[in-house]
């Protein structure tokens, strides 16, 4: 080992195992035949290797010493036209990590795992087609879902009940076919002509089901949040020092991982470090993905 380290300590780094049933979408730059770029929408599962094996490789701790030293950090899944430094990736190679995050054992169909303890946490993206249940609706909605025969209807229904309906919230309106009958079969016939059943429903259910009108492609109302299972990692890192790197500081505390928090805790010499046993030599670690 070196004689002296600059000791990082990361806490709450989020690590989301590999979902294959993910229905998430990445965009994807590359470069054509005739060498332009462009951009390329394609599905988070259909990525044949998008993750590490290992939660923290060579690659993570790369892009930690780069952002401490105002470069920028090279994406691992996605395609780039520029490279890492190779100084800064050597250092992180020989780097040390220990990950204090506690493991479980699992058996599954008779083989032993380790895995660390999954716990949920809040994501800013909700899982796919996650469609919000409106506690009302209102006559703008109404419009957007009724597109081109919102006028139409509008018109056939106050003409039916004798009064202009967009006085009122649209929600009195809800089971109004109980107590005005028949003089809505012709508004319910246009509804069904036109395929707009969710607004039929409305009219004639006691409780209608709200997101059959907000649920679809000109409304799109859905969740702006969720839910995902992930791990929270903790643990430090020792950096071989070097005068070059420490001149180059732009700042003490950055990111690894997602939302994971890192920073410089100090420099120590080699006899300083106690539990240098457990930690492990970065190039020793496997960065294989699958």
Same mark, same amino acid.
């Given at each position: 080992?070196?004689?002296?380290?600059?000791?990082?300590?990361?806490?709450?780094?989020?690590?989301?195992?590999?979902?294959?049933?993910?229905?998430?979408?990445?965009?994807?730059?590359?470069?054509?035949?005739?060498?332009?770029?462009?951009?390329?929408?394609?599905?988070?599962?259909?990525?044949?290797?998008?993750?590490?094996?290992?939660?923290?490789?060579?690659?993570?701790?790369?892009?930690?010493?780069?952002?401490?030293?105002?470069?920028?950090?090279?994406?691992?899944?996605?395609?780039?036209?520029?490279?890492?430094?190779?100084?800064?990736?050597?250092?992180?190679?020989?780097?040390?990590?220990?990950?204090?995050?506690?493991?479980?054992?699992?058996?599954?169909?008779?083989?032993?795992?380790?895995? *660390?303890?999954?716990?949920?946490?809040?994501?800013?993206?909700?899982?796919?087609?996650?469609?919000?249940?409106?506690?009302?609706?209102?006559?703008?909605?109404?419009?957007?879902?009724?597109?081109?025969? *919102?006028?139409?209807?509008?018109?056939?229904?106050?003409?039916?009940?004798?009064?202009?309906?967009?006085?009122?919230?649209?929600?009195?309106?809800?089971?109004?076919?109980?107590?005005?009958?028949?003089?809505?079969?012709?508004?319910?016939?246009?509804?069904?002509?036109?395929?707009?059943?969710?607004?039929?429903?409305?009219?004639?259910?006691?409780?209608?089901?709200?997101?059959?009108?907000?649920?679809?492609?000109?409304?799109?109302?859905?969740?702006?949040?969720?839910?995902?299972?992930?791990?929270?990692?903790?643990?430090?890192?020792?950096?071989?020092?070097?005068?070059?790197?420490?001149?180059?500081?732009?700042?003490?505390?950055?990111?690894?991982?997602?939302?994971?928090?890192?920073?410089?805790?100090?420099?120590? *010499?080699?006899?300083?470090?106690?539990?240098?046993?457990?930690?492990?030599?970065?190039?020793?670690?496997?960065?294989?993905?699958?």
């Amino acid at each position: 080992m070196s004689n002296r380290y600059i000791k990082l300590s990361f806490e709450n780094a989020k690590l989301f195992p590999k979902n294959v049933k993910t229905k998430d979408f990445v965009a994807r730059i590359d470069v054509n035949a005739k060498d332009k770029l462009y951009f390329k929408r394609c599905s988070r599962a259909l990525i044949e290797k998008g993750s590490f094996k290992e939660p923290i490789t060579v690659h993570q701790i790369s892009n930690v010493l780069h952002a401490f030293v105002g470069e920028r950090p090279v994406p691992s899944f996605r395609k780039t036209f520029y490279k890492p430094d190779e100084f800064l990736f050597n250092l992180a190679n020989k780097s040390f990590l220990k990950i204090d995050s506690p493991k479980i054992t699992k058996i599954i169909k008779g083989d032993v795992f380790e895995s *660390y303890i999954p716990e949920f946490t809040k994501v800013n993206k909700s899982a796919s087609d996650s469609w919000t249940k409106a506690p009302t609706i209102q006559w703008f909605k109404v419009k957007k879902f009724m597109g081109e025969y *919102y006028d139409e209807f509008i018109i056939l229904i106050n003409t039916s009940l004798g009064y202009d309906v967009t006085k009122e919230p649209f929600e009195t309106l809800k089971n109004l076919y109980i107590k005005e009958g028949v003089k809505l079969d012709e508004v319910i016939k246009f509804l069904l002509e036109k395929q707009k059943t969710p607004i039929v429903n409305f009219l004639q259910k006691e409780s209608p089901d709200r997101s059959e009108i907000t649920k679809n492609k000109l409304l799109g109302e859905t969740i702006t949040s969720g839910i995902d299972t992930c791990f929270f990692l903790n643990g430090e890192i020792l950096v071989p020092y070097e005068q070059s790197f420490v001149d180059k500081l732009t700042k003490n505390s950055t990111n690894i991982l997602d939302g994971g928090m890192v920073k410089i805790v100090g420099i120590f *010499y080699e006899d300083e470090i106690t539990d240098t046993e457990n930690f492990t030599l970065v190039s020793e670690i496997s960065d294989e993905k699958y």
